[in-house]
């Protein structure tokens, strides 16, 4: 059995509301932190980033990584640290490299096309073997951070892994990815199983080397029509937490596919993000007995710093409890740092 704090039960951090919030406890306010808190967004993050040849050099040297991992928790005082990776390691480790071209986002120069392409690749169990510099972040993050808040771990949903080592970049509407789907189900099912494999391989040691709860990215789920949802999706991600085997609290975030919370609140996780134009009152019925994350629109923190605190309190009482602050979506890399202060400072300030 894998060795984490969720299991012993004891407190192990200085401050664990994040961990206490997600296992349903009651707490005496909500946590807070943010989606995509590291990076983008902190000034020591852009300078540290200006030295160096790129973003693959920054998440490949676990010691920087760590800097920025813990650089949210140092300058926003958020309850949890999320490691500073990107979900495009799977692929990666699985033999299909990318870049990341300034601006525009990831470039796979290779793509999957074929069955003979899946069975090129790496098998699934060697994919750890190649994510050891994300092991050693995690180490060194663990060091660092002194138990001063949790450390959360993440991967992508295989549908949205899927989707980028077949379209080989961003898309408004995958669809090469999404044609696969229909065109060839088979060789659709053989690279996302791959994919799930890997995933559940890799998230296992990032539980071993401390991430206390995993959170899956399906940054693409909205793209597919609900069937395809059930079938392409949600199936892989039940693959992946059935492997984890309820070791750490899971967060689910299916961002645009608010049609399947009701089968997304019927998975074995703890915690469901919500995008923010999610209607709670109805997610709520969906996803009963679960503990709810998000949603404050992103571009919110653009506004007024009284308009961010109303429309933060305005929310934590919506909510009511079973609740963990976050953005719908992750942080935009252009938002006012003091928008993003008076956000987490206003979740702080709150008691229930
Ligand atoms: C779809 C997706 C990706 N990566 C991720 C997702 C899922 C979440 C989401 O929907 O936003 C997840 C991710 N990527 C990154 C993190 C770090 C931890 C965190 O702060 O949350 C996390 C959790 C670092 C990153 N990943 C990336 C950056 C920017 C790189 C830079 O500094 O140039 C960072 C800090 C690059 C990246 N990586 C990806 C894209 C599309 C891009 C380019 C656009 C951008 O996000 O800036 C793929």
Redesign the pocket.
């Not at 943010?34 to 983008?40: E, I, K, S, V």
């Not at 999320?82 to 495009?88: G, N």
């Given at each position: 059995m894998l060795p984490t704090c969720y299991l012993r039960g004891v407190k192990k951090y200085q401050n664990d509301l994040f961990l206490r919030a997600a296992r349903g406890e009651a707490t005496e306010r909500p946590p807070v932190w943010?989606?995509?808190?590291?990076?983008?967004i902190l000034p020591q993050?852009r300078a540290l980033?200006a030295r160096l040849s790129?973003?693959i050099e920054?998440?490949t040297t676990p010691e920087l990584a760590a800097e920025?991992?813990i650089q949210?928790v140092d300058e926003l005082g958020v309850d949890a640290a999320?490691?500073?990776?990107?979900?495009?390691v799977i692929p990666e480790a699985l033999g299909l490299k990318y870049t990341?071209v300034?601006k525009?986002?990831?470039r796979f120069p290779e793509v999957i096309r074929s069955l003979a392409d899946v069975e090129k690749l790496r098998p699934a169990e060697a994919a750890p073997e190649h994510l050891g510099y994300v092991y050693d972040a995690l180490d060194t993050t663990k060091k660092h951070l002194a138990n001063r808040v949790p450390l959360i771990g993440?991967a992508?949903a295989p549908w949205?892994i899927f989707a980028?080592m077949v379209e080989g970049g961003?898309s408004k509407t995958f669809s090469k990815a999404r044609a696969m789907l229909y065109r060839d189900p088979a060789l659709s099912h053989a690279l996302l199983e791959k994919i799930a494999l890997a995933t559940a391989a890799y998230l296992k040691g990032k539980i071993q080397h401390g991430a206390d709860l995993i959170?899956i990215?399906d940054?693409?789920a909205g793209v597919l029509h609900p069937l395809h949802y059930q079938e392409f999706s949600l199936r892989y991600i039940k693959l992946i937490i059935d492997e984890l085997g309820g070791a750490v609290p899971i967060t689910i975030?299916a961002?645009d596919a608010r049609h399947a919370l009701p089968q997304i609140g019927a998975l074995d996780c703890q915690v469901v993000q919500l995008d923010w134009i999610a209607d709670l009152v109805l997610a709520r019925t969906q996803v009963q007995g679960k503990v709810l994350q998000g949603n404050l629109d992103p571009v919110q923190l653009y506004a007024p710093t009284d308009d961010i605190v109303a429309a933060t309190l305005r929310m934590i009482e919506q909510y009511g409890g079973k609740h963990i602050v976050n953005l719908g979506?992750?942080v935009y890399?252009d938002t006012p740092l003091e928008g993003v202060k008076a956000f987490v400072d206003t979740v702080k300030g709150y008691r229930y």
């Open positions: 943010l989606m995509r808190q590291a990076g983008r993050y980033r790129g973003f920054l998440v920025v991992t949210p999320i490691i500073f990776s990107d979900i495009l990341m300034e525009v986002g990831p993440f992508g949205t980028y961003g959170q990215f940054s693409w975030f961002k979506h992750g890399p």
